[in-house]
């Protein structure tokens, strides 16, 4: 794994130099965010398996939780955002539904909005799904984000358990 820091912050140094159009940048951000989607998988199955063999840190796993959030969200929002931009270029319309003016059209920032959006709220109001699999993932999304608060909540309800006694 130390390997892999230098490598990615040589590829992320490269795409703040390299102009917003170039296939290669393209090409370097998808891989590096791909990367990050199958680090946050194993992370999440990860922390669902602290379930079944409890740390002896008791504060280590919400601040795992905690931080493993913000990671989660921004991967769901490169998703959203991914998918939704290969869908436009095969079929012409979009793939996810935003409640904006007709004028505007949803740029990167939206869809990570959108996904933020999902930590506050029960629903995404003015997000929805045009497809069946953009459906699908915001049912995932929305899986493992009551996933994520169920497993912070019984860490914080086991921590406050045990420094009562």
Same mark, same amino acid.
């Given at each position: 794994?130390?390997?892999?820091?230098?490598?990615?912050?040589?590829?992320?140094?490269?795409? @703040?130099?390299?102009?917003?159009?170039?296939?290669?940048?393209?090409?370097?951000?998808?891989?590096?965010?791909?990367?990050?989607?199958?680090?946050?998988?194993?992370? &999440?199955?990860?922390?669902?398996?602290?379930?079944?063999?409890?740390?002896?840190?008791?504060?280590?796993?919400?601040?795992?939780?905690?931080? &493993?959030?913000?990671?989660?969200?921004?991967?769901?929002?490169?998703?959203?955002?991914?998918? $939704?931009?290969?869908?436009?270029?095969?079929?012409?319309?979009?793939?996810?539904? &935003?409640? @904006?003016?007709?004028?505007?059209?949803?740029?990167?920032? $939206?869809?990570?909005?959108?996904?933020?959006?999902?930590?506050?709220?029960?629903?995404?109001?003015?997000?929805?799904?045009?497809?069946?699999?953009?459906?699908?993932?915001?049912?995932?999304?929305?899986?493992?984000?009551?996933?994520?608060?169920?497993?912070?909540?019984?860490?914080?309800?086991?921590?406050?358990?045990?420094?009562?006694?």
């Amino acid at each position: 794994m130390p390997v892999l820091l230098p490598v990615m912050l040589a590829a992320l140094m490269y795409c @703040m130099v390299t102009p917003s159009k170039s296939r290669w940048r393209r090409i370097l951000i998808d891989a590096l965010a791909v990367f990050g989607v199958f680090k946050i998988l194993v992370m &999440f199955l990860l922390l669902n398996f602290l379930i079944f063999f409890p740390p002896s840190d008791r504060v280590m796993p919400i601040l795992q939780l905690l931080l &493993f959030l913000p990671s989660l969200l921004l991967i769901w929002g490169w998703i959203y955002w991914r998918m $939704d931009i290969r869908y436009i270029a095969r079929n012409g319309k979009r793939m996810f539904l &935003f409640r @904006m003016s007709a004028d505007d059209s949803p740029g990167p920032y $939206d869809y990570v909005l959108a996904s933020f959006t999902s930590l506050i709220s029960s629903t995404l109001g003015g997000f929805t799904g045009d497809t069946r699999t953009a459906r699908t993932l915001i049912l995932l999304h929305g899986l493992m984000m009551w996933d994520i608060m169920g497993l912070s909540l019984s860490r914080a309800i086991s921590l406050v358990a045990f420094s009562s006694k």
